[in-house]
């Protein structure tokens, strides 16, 4: 992260920051120097929270803020738990649709209780991501579970759909809970504690429908132009989002191949302790073994059948995870550029009005203004002023643009190292968890072949037969 | 200790083990080569285990066949020939090497060259089929399947494959050692020479005419007819080899389609060491432990051949009582056979005895031909009479030996039969429990090998 100051010599004039919005007072060393206006108001880029927006920071002391409270960070500090439970169905003359129990306790000073009980809609989830996402275009917004799943056409109210929905839902908003920047947004805090009256008329708030129109136009724009020269750490860091969204996307289907597999093998073992069960019937001193290995292999299958389960409630939902935050990454990386773009934009515009000024008068000007009664020399006046005017314009807005372009660059640098942190952590912990499970699984069914050698010795001392075992 | 054993041994479990100067166990237990099996890491225990059993097995010796008293059997090595078939065609088969020894020699520690031989499965059949027809109240003991059956996907079912052979070779081994055990057919003379003479043992098994016996045997066996006084017992025998069969079938296809799937689920795995390594190379701490538990992965999925070669093992032992199901129900065949043929005879000499009476009384009871012909053309006269009483007297005195003679093979047969069926089943109820046994090591095995994986991979991906 670079540790660049900010140009405060920027006018001030304009009223609310930009980016970032609310900062809660929880963050320590805030600068809340009102007079320092870094981000005057930038109409390409909406605030939907501008009505809401108290505290101004310098970029600087929010970058600080934010590594700061990277090393701070660990599970001791934690003040802000929440959870998604309970998924309840709702029918609405229009529509079913699922709720979850949203509780969040807290110590934080800016919530007004420490415990709130809400209940929310796949839609509200939707709608805070994109509210974060568009607050922080280059911050990493944990991927929401998917709308609907279509392979294997899982019916939206299946039990088990619902359920790694709501676990995937718990995951997203403890995911905001930690990250030091989003936990603190104003809309988070809204979607934890509103009633859903009041979260409805927040999110009517919003930014009007043309001016989002707006900003996608120009976004479309800003990626058509291209990005010339990005710098070579965003570039490696595209790089590494391409590799690692092929990898990750091959290991979630050789899980998937692997539960597929292990079902299939339960389903032709399912078939051989009854079996053995049915051979015991036709014998008389083999029937007490052929029993035993029956009631074996039936357990067996059993734990075949829980440790299938398990990779698919554990391990297969975190790689799914991490798959969606490859492109998660992906539109992170292309949102910078299009800021970048954007700035290159600019610049060379600014390049060509100053171009234009220093140009010698010319010959149309000085005949349209002899046509319209002007001396030469006060067209050339008035041409200079007007130029003048623009480029001071341009000069602010290219100056607001190269703010924007390097918090945008500064803040995914930093959070692009939280993420990797986090990826680490969590798929480290995911496959040290498999294999744990596998090992149980095996250990089990040893104890069941176990048990059955040692009920064979036991017979046979008692039959005064050696045994092999 | 035969080598084959010890070869068998070696190459189920790489461990360099040799046992010398140790007698092979005692048969009259069967126990199958390949039953004897261990436990990866109990090995001192199973050691100590192995020679008490062989000590008891040695003091059976005493009560054990004279033949394998005398000889080791072995069948050493298989080979690919070629050679020119009964139509004159280009052919290629396999033979087999039978080695035999004499027991003295190898006790001394003198290890003396053994004699040996070549012979070929269908020799092996042509053998079985003259002990069929020769002892058929006996259960003969199988020969290893013709073709491979029961196989899943990846096993081969061509003959020529090499792990098909080694299997037969091992089955044939089996073969010659449970006929060599057994008190009756162990002394004879045939089986000797088809282990000593590799010359003129063809012409003389054809010699004996055996050929046309099985011919016989086999239609005699796949008739229809119906005994009214079976013996419960062997129709109880022989409802059992029927459900044995069946029940020893579906086993065996259920276990074929289960390794296969297991197969599928261990190689998948190999493809998690692949992708590992791939992201391994663009990860900078996490580099390393996913690069090793990729390795892992891959030892994972490798190890699947060997746990389903061992099954296939406890396969073959199935598959031999699959077969020993068929012979039993034969010899149950037979007993009908004899009891019906018995039945016939004596059916046929109460009507003869009846006619006699009819003829003796003038009384027409039972309807015949000649009482149509004779009321239709006319009485008989005396004379004519008096020849046909002559000709039943001889009828009936014949029938009546006939019925003696048959009434006594019918209870030799029994008498024999059950002998057998009752060794047999005693054979039948250890083998079997044993291979249960062995299959319960196997799953502990394969169990420890996924915990010793899973474990070392747990281990690289807390370095991740």
Known sequence: MSGSVVDNTVSSGNSSAAIPTDISGQILDLDEDDDLEVFSKDTTLTDGSSLNASMQTSSASMINQYKFEEEEEDADTKDIFVTVDNPESHVTAIETYITYRVETKTTRSEFDSSEFEVRRRYQDFLWLKGRLEEAHPTLIVHPLPEKFVMKGMVERFNEDFIETRRSALHKFLNKIAEHPIFSSSEDFKIFLTAGSGELTSHKKQGPGFLSRMGETVKAVAAAVRGVRSRPQEFTDMQEYVEAFSQKISSIDKVTQRIVREQKEYLEELKECGPTYALWSQSEEELAEPLKNVAGCVDKCCKETDEQVKHLNDHLIPVLHEYVLCADTLKAVLRRRDNIQADFEAKTEALATKKADRDADSKVLSLAWGSLVGRSPEEVKQQKQQKLKGEIKEMRDELDKTEDRLEWANNALKSDWTRWQKGMRTDLRSAFIDTAERNVSYYEKCLAVWESFLQSQRTDAEGNGNVDFS | ?464
């Not at chain 2, 054993?5 to 199958?32: D, H, N, Q, W």
């Not at chain 2, 073709?147 to 089955?171: C, I, Q, T, Y």
């Not at chain 2, 276990?255 to 599928?264: F, Q, V």
């Not at chain 2, 003696?404 to 079997?432: M, P, T, Y």
């Open chain 2, 1 to 464: 200790m035969s080598r084959t054993r010890e070869v068998t041994l070696c190459s189920l479990y790489s461990l360099p083990v040799v046992f010398v100067g140790i007698k092979p166990p005692e048969l009259k237990k069967t126990i199958s080569p390949f039953a004897l099996n261990f436990q990866l890491g109990n090995f001192a225990d199973i050691c100590i285990e192995y020679c008490d059993s062989v000590d008891q097995n040695l003091q059976m010796v005493e009560k054990g066949t004279s033949l394998l008293k005398k000889m080791e059997i072995s069948v050493a090595e298989a080979e690919k020939r070629t050679g020119k078939n009964a139509v004159n065609m280009q052919e290629t088969y396999t033979v087999y090497l039978i080695e035999t020894r004499p027991v003295d020699a190898a006790s001394e520690g003198t290890n003396p060259v053994p004699d040996s031989l070549w012979r070929r499965y269908s020799e092996f059949e042509q053998l079985r089929n003259y002990l069929l027809v020769t002892y058929p109240f006996l259960v003969v003991p199988p020969l290893p399947e013709k073709r491979a059956e029961f196989v899943w996907h990846k096993l081969s079912a061509d003959n020529m494959d090499p792990d098909f052979v080694e299997r037969r070779r091992v089955g044939l081994e089996n073969f010659l050692l449970r006929v060599a055990s057994h008190p009756d057919l162990s002394t004879d003379k045939i089986f000797y020479s088809f282990l000593t003479e590799e010359n003129g043992w063809k012409e003389t098994v054809f010699e004996t005419g055996f050929q046309a016996k099985a011919d016989s045997r086999l239609k005699a066996l796949n008739a229809t007819f119906r005994v009214k006084n079976p013996d419960k017992r062997f129709a109880e025998m022989k409802h059992y080899g029927d459900e044995l069969q069946s029940v020893i079938s579906q086993l065996l296809r259920v276990r074929a389609r289960a390794a296969d799937r297991l197969y599928g689920v261990y190689k998948v795995h190999g493809n998690y060491g692949r992708v590992f390594s791939e992201w391994s190379a663009i990860e900078k701490e996490m580099g390393d432990g996913l690069q090793s538990a990729g390795h892992h992965m891959d030892a994972y999925a490798a190890s699947v051949d060997d746990i389903l070669e061992e099954e296939e093992h406890y396969a073959d032992q199935l598959k031999e009582y699959l077969f020993y199901a068929d012979a039993l129900r034969a010899v149950c065949r037979k007993h009908e056979l004899t009891q019906y043929e018995l039945e016939m005879a004596a059916q046929d000499l109460t009507s003869k005895k009846q006619q006699r009476e009819e003829l003796a009384t003038g009384t027409i009871r039972t309807f015949s031909l000649k009482g149509m012909t004779s009321k239709l053309f006319g009485q008989e006269t005396p004379e004519q009479r008096e020849a046909k009483l002559k000709m039943l007297e001889t009828q009936i005195e014949e029938g009546e030996e006939l019925v003696k003679e048959r009434n006594g093979e019918c209870e030799e047969f029994v008498k024999s039969a059950w002998v057998d069926i009752e060794r047999f089943k005693e054979q039948k109820d250890h083998d079997l429990r044993e291979a249960l046994i062995s299959y319960a090591i196997m799953q502990i095995s394969m169990c420890k090998k996924g915990i010793q994986v899973w474990n070392n991979a747990k281990e690289c991906f807390s370095k991740m």
